[in-house]
T-cell receptor, first 113, second 113 residues
Framework: DVKVTQSSRYLVKRTGEKVFLECVQDMDHENMFWYRQDPGLGLRLIYFSYDVKMKEKGDIPEGYSVSREKKERFSLILESASTNQTSMYLC????????????FGDGTRLSIL | GENVEQHPSTLSVQEGDSAVIKCTYSDSASNYFPWYKQELGKGPQLIIDIRSNVGEKKDQRIAVTLNKTAKHFSLHITETQPEDSAVYFCAASMGTNAGKSTFGDGTTLTVKP
């Protein structure tokens, strides 16, 4: 079974803090994704990575950055957290080839106070 | 870029009835269409997918149909059960760009006993 582990289920941070969300996979796949999920807005892609140290912007990258130093770990960074970044964040792992489903972690519910 | 529209946003059915969720996509280059189910507190999980060389696919009570000409695809759940209650997402992918998918906004399905 594919395992995608997000380090925290719930996180509370303060405005202006630097926040790290971690995601770890156990499948040695190249493609990893970060989404945010808000009611009525579906899943919006923030960033994705197709290899170590490789990253591409998704649809809503503003205010976020990512790091992929090792294949198994993909981190989402909020450089200076703001209240409008309060959301559910989902990490996903792509298949070992394209045209395969994504495997999601269970999400991190982040609150910025 | 690709745009995926999903309807309805909420759907309530009686146990045993059928449920249908519809999605349209904009880019004719899309060729992979997965459906995900998200239960409370969990990440989305694949329930069925279809590729553009197939018009219909069935797995027990779940079926997906694809009309490439009209650029729409639908999820059909027959004999619904309370455990089918969840949020359902459709997605479209072109099989390029690290397998990036564009998601619909989701449908909250409630099955009343």
């Amino acid at each position: 079974d594919v395992k995608v582990t997000q380090s925290s289920r719930y996180l509370v941070k303060r405005t202006g803090e630097k926040v790290f969300l971690e995601c770890v996979q156990d499948m040695d796949h190249e493609n990893m994704f970060w989404y945010r999920q808000d009611p009525g807005l579906g899943l919006r892609l923030i960033y994705f990575s197709y290899d170590v140290k490789m990253k591409e912007k998704g649809d809503i990258p503003e205010g976020y950055s990512v790091s992929r130093e090792k294949k198994e770990r993909f981190s989402l960074i909020l450089e200076s957290a703001s209240t409008n970044q309060t959301s559910m964040y989902l990490c996903a792992l792509g298949g070992d080839t394209n045209n395969q489903p994504q495997h999601f972690g269970d999400g991190t519910r982040l609150s910025i106070l | 870029g690709e745009n995926v529209e999903q309807h309805p946003s909420t759907l309530s059915v009686q146990e045993g009835d059928s449920a249908v969720i519809k999605c349209t996509y904009s880019d004719s280059a899309s060729n992979y269409f997965p459906w995900y189910k998200q239960e409370l507190g969990k990440g989305p999980q694949l329930i069925i997918d279809i590729r553009s060389n197939v018009g219909e696919k069935k797995d027990q009570r779940i079926a997906v149909t694809l009309n490439k000409t009209a650029k729409h695809f639908s999820l059909h759940i027959t004999e619904t059960q309370p455990e089918d209650s969840a949020v359902y997402f459709c997605a479209a992918s072109m099989g390029t760009n690290a397998g990036k998918s564009t998601f619909g906004d989701g449908t909250t399905l409630t099955v009343k006993p």
